[in-house]
């Protein structure tokens, strides 16, 4: 069965670095466009990066532009989100998404496979 398992997360201090794994089973990867989604406590998901199917384009949200980087590797079957410079507002539960039909879009509809998501916490 499909399945996307995140990993990576955990607590760092402002300013600190960390990246996201996002391993993907049960479906051919290379035909989907993938993103990163996050939800922080009392907040709505919201898109953070999103990656084509073959990686030449992505689309990164302006409150991470600059910061955050999405790439993926297909022969692995894994999504990445490199995490820079993050700050307290960062703070939340990352989960990756894959489309079939959809690419570089922050619409959670878009998106036909989740992940369980992986917490990331930034302290001040």
């Known amino acids: 069965q499909v399945q996307l398992v995140e990993s990576g997360g955990g607590s760092v201090q402002a300013g600190g670095s960390l990246r996201l794994s996002c391993a993907a089973s049960?479906?051919?990867?290379?035909?989907?466009?993938m993103a990163w989604f996050r939800q922080a406590p009392g907040k709505e998901r919201e898109g953070v990066a999103a990656?084509?199917?073959?990686?030449?384009?992505?689309n990164v949200e302006d409150s991470v532009e600059g910061r955050f980087t999405v790439s993926r590797d297909n022969a692995k079957k894994t999504l990445y989100l490199q995490m820079n410079t993050l700050k307290p507002e960062d703070t939340a539960m990352y989960y990756c998404?894959?489309?079939?039909?959809?690419?570089?879009?922050?619409?959670?509809?878009?998106?036909?496979?989740w992940g369980q998501g992986t917490q990331v916490t930034v302290s001040s």
């Open positions: 998404a894959a489309s079939s039909s959809h690419c570089l879009t922050f619409r959670e509809f878009h998106y036909n496979y």
């Open positions: 990656i084509t199917s073959g990686g030449g384009t992505i």
């Open positions: 049960g479906y051919t990867f290379s035909d989907y466009c």
